[in-house]
């Protein structure tokens, strides 16, 4: 079974730092899009960052030039460094990523359990 495990999230006075990581484990034979979400309450679900196998990579206009998106494709591994964090960033983060099973099997999407950021104004 494949599954996808968010980590790094927590509280944090509003221009500090954290770093997200997202680790995909079980049995999977490539990784095509991933990308970082969040919810915060009241709210929709909104895109934060992408990163597309091919190293392209899009990010929300309220993260741009504050958060980087990165991949470990040897690790599985998608990560979140945000930066100069706002109060307004306080969310459930979660990651999704396609992820193709085997050779011969499409492209599922799958996504984490999430994992709450909180900035402190």
């Known amino acids: 079974q494949v599954q996808l495990v968010e980590s790094g999230g927590g509280l944090v006075q509003a221009g500090g730092s954290l770093s997200l990581s997202c680790v995909a484990s079980?049995?999977?034979?490539?990784?095509?899009?991933m990308g970082w979400y969040r919810q915060a309450p009241g709210k929709q679900r909104e895109l934060v960052a992408t990163?597309?196998?091919?190293?392209?990579?899009n990010y929300a206009d309220s993260v741009k030039d504050r958060f980087t998106i990165s991949r470990n494709d040897a690790k599985n591994t998608m990560y979140l460094q945000m930066n100069s964090l706002k109060p307004t960033d306080t969310a459930v983060y979660s990651c999704?990523?396609?992820?193709?099973?085997?050779?011969?099997?499409?492209?599922?999407?799958?996504w984490g359990q999430g994992t709450q950021v909180t900035v402190s104004s």
């Open positions: 079980g049995s999977i034979f490539s990784i095509n899009v």
């Open positions: 999704n990523a396609d992820i193709r099973r085997s050779a011969w099997s499409g492209f599922s999407t799958l």
């Open positions: 990163f597309t196998r091919g190293g392209d990579t």
